[in-house]
């Protein structure tokens, strides 16, 4: 089974900065689209921000211009650097990857991980 290890997690002040990492437990080249998506309590998962094997990138409107995805095969990592958070900002935050190419850029969902928290407060 794949497995997906987040980390980077934690609690921020409005304006500041995180990155998140996600690990897979494959090579990363072995991975078609992957991803990040959100959940705040009591509403719907969204895409947060997307890549593609070949680098293509899709942004939540939300986020865009403030977040930053990227995968690195040489360090065999998601990462997701986050910048300007904002309050509406806050919620858990899960890497997500596909194993087959299905078309889009954003993950499908074949593999997901535990998720991380990410606090933004005053």
């Known amino acids: 089974q794949v497995q997906l290890v987040e980390s980077g997690g934690g609690s921020v002040q409005p304006g500041g900065s995180l990155r998140l990492s996600c690990a897979p437990s494959?090579?990363?080249?072995?991975?078609?689209?992957m991803g990040w998506y959100r959940r705040v309590d009591g509403k719907q998962r969204e895409m947060v921000a997307a890549?593609?094997?070949?680098?293509?990138?899709e942004y939540n409107d939300n986020v865009k211009g403030r977040f930053t995805v990227t995968r690195d095969n040489a360090k065999n990592t998601l990462d997701l650097q986050m910048t300007h958070l904002k309050p509406e900002d806050t919620a858990v935050y899960y890497c997500?990857?596909?194993?087959?190419?299905?078309?889009?850029?954003?993950?499908?969902?074949?593999?997901w991980g535990q998720g991380t928290q990410v606090t933004v407060s005053p």
């Open positions: 997500a990857a596909d194993r087959f190419d299905y078309g889009f850029t954003h993950p499908q969902g074949d593999y």
């Open positions: 494959l090579r990363i080249s072995s991975l078609s689209a």
């Open positions: 890549i593609s094997s070949s680098g293509t990138t």
